[in-house]
């Protein structure tokens, strides 16, 4: 135990590292966008008196980010000129997205949605899709400029700012500032702070490996496209077509030729890995609620309690990648999450027990709501140790996941590729979770978390095979 302690303490400077630090600033500035635009958008609504039907179907503002993997292939290839030319391509992007999203989110601090609000939600509508190219480049970037040994801290780094970034800065800071001053003035000190990320982008450097990868697969692909199409090896017409198929399909081609019919497993996995993950979270939130939690305790130990956790848990999992290799930290994260759900179906034990002698009284469900949130708040470190495990082992999971999709890609293919495969494992996941609420209504909330539990074993299942049938490290 010792020896594992030391060599886990002994790889904790890989996060004092200029090229990992650094996305602090890229991960901030990719969370902040999707805040503001989120719930903290909604809730200015409410106070401009907009009316609740419309303020849930600006739900569907974030859409963006789902479907970021169809215009991938052009961020990927298309060059930007003078921006190109001076930062490279990666950074010529971030510049770009960035520069769009001051000026939109300029825009929206300082357009009343009491007055105005088609210009505003169309506004946010904007700032998704630049946000969402951010993010597309952004994690190629982080994959090209990074090396083996630094990706999981780079990775940990990034998700962590992005969580301080969406919740904290443009959930908590926004909030109170909208309080103290306006919503104006918080909107457009928050946009500011994106200042920061352009810094960043100015004061690093282009991956060196990305422009011979790319230049060196995309006259390989051309070439081959050409050679199956004889008619069209001379003219600007056939050239066309070669390079719009290394750009649209070559990235999906690519993936097909290199994993073949295993791809099908590997897209299992990105789908159910952290399957069980998705099912349980969808309504961990009510559970706490029906238990009979209050809302403020909800709110520092399930959310802030929480957050701290998963940042924890993430830093964990940079550390588990670093010193025993992405296989072993995978099975490490991958058993954490399955128990982890195991902890709400105690939780649920726990609950029926500190109420037993008050519902012999009243009689089952009679209980005044007053008088069983006092019972149950009064056993607040038990809600601390279940959520403090459960977003620990996510936190962990998600960093180490990331990385595992960032070993799939190909250096040629980068953004394209890593866009379709996290936006397969978030699509996915939110359709197969969505029945999560029929099942919990039907077994109760005992039996719902220990089959939450259990959908994870499956993705365990083929990490086995996939670790059998290729080398991962």
Request: cysteine-free; charged content about 15%; hydrophobic content about 55%.
């Amino acid at each position: 135990m010792p020896k594992v302690l030391a060599r886990l303490f002994g790889v904790g400077s890989i996060y004092l590292e200029r090229r990992v630090a650094v996305f602090l600033f890229f991960g901030f500035a990719s969370g902040l966008p999707l805040g503001l635009i989120g719930e903290t958008f909604r809730i200015r609504l409410t106070d401009a008196g907009v009316d609740f039907g419309t303020i849930g179907l600006t739900s569907l503002i974030g859409t963006a980010y789902a479907i970021k993997f169809l215009w991938a292939p052009f961020v990927d290839h298309i060059r930007l000129g003078p921006l190109t030319r001076r930062l490279g391509q990666r950074r010529g992007w971030m510049a770009l997205t960035l520069v769009l999203m001051l000026a939109l989110l300029f825009g929206l601090s300082v357009v009343d949605p009491a007055s105005a609000l088609m210009p505003s939600i169309l506004l946010a509508v904007g700032v998704a899709f630049a946000s969402a190219t951010f993010d597309i480049v952004v994690d190629a970037y982080r994959i090209e400029y990074l090396d083996d040994r630094q990706l999981a801290g780079g990775t940990a780094v990034h998700a962590t700012a992005w969580y301080l970034g969406a919740k904290l800065a443009a959930g908590v800071l926004v909030l109170w500032l909208a309080d103290v001053a306006s919503w104006e003035s918080a909107y457009l000190f928050a946009s500011l702070t994106l200042v920061l990320g352009l810094l960043a982008v100015a004061f690093n450097h282009e991956p060196e490996r990305r422009v011979e990868a790319e230049l060196e697969a995309r006259q390989h692909e051309v070439a081959r496209f050409l050679a199956t199409r004889p008619r069209l090896a001379v003219g600007r017409r056939g050239r066309g077509l070669a390079t719009l198929y290394v750009m649209v399909a070559a990235p999906f081609v690519d993936l097909v030729r290199r994993f073949g019919w295993a791809l099908l497993s590997v897209m299992a996995f990105v789908v159910l890995f952290k399957f069980q993950d998705a099912f349980a979270g969808a309504l961990s939130g009510p559970f706490v609620r029906d238990l009979g939690y209050q809302k403020s305790t909800i709110a520092f130990v399930y959310k802030g309690f929480g957050l701290v956790a998963v940042f924890a848990g993430m830093f964990a999992g940079g550390l588990l990648m670093h010193a025993f290799g992405l296989v072993r930290a995978l099975w490490i994260a991958g058993v954490l999450q399955v128990v982890s759900n195991l902890g709400f179906s105690w939780l649920d034990w726990m609950a029926g027990f500190a109420t037993l002698g008050v519902e012999t009284a009243f009689g089952q469900g009679n209980i005044p709501s007053e008088l069983k949130g006092a019972l149950i708040d009064a056993h607040w470190p038990w809600l601390a140790g279940v959520i403090g495990f459960e977003n620990f082992a996510s936190g962990m999971g998600n960093t180490i996941f990331v990385v595992f999709l960032s070993r799939l890609v190909n250096d040629a293919y980068t953004a394209t590729q890593y866009a379709l495969l996290s936006a397969t494992a978030l699509v996915a996941r939110t359709f197969l979770a969505a029945p999560a609420g029929f099942l919990a209504e039907a077994v109760g909330w005992f039996d719902f978390f220990i089959l939450s539990g259990i959908a994870g074993i499956p993705g365990l299942i083929l990490l086995w095979f996939l670790a059998r049938t290729r080398k991962w490290d």
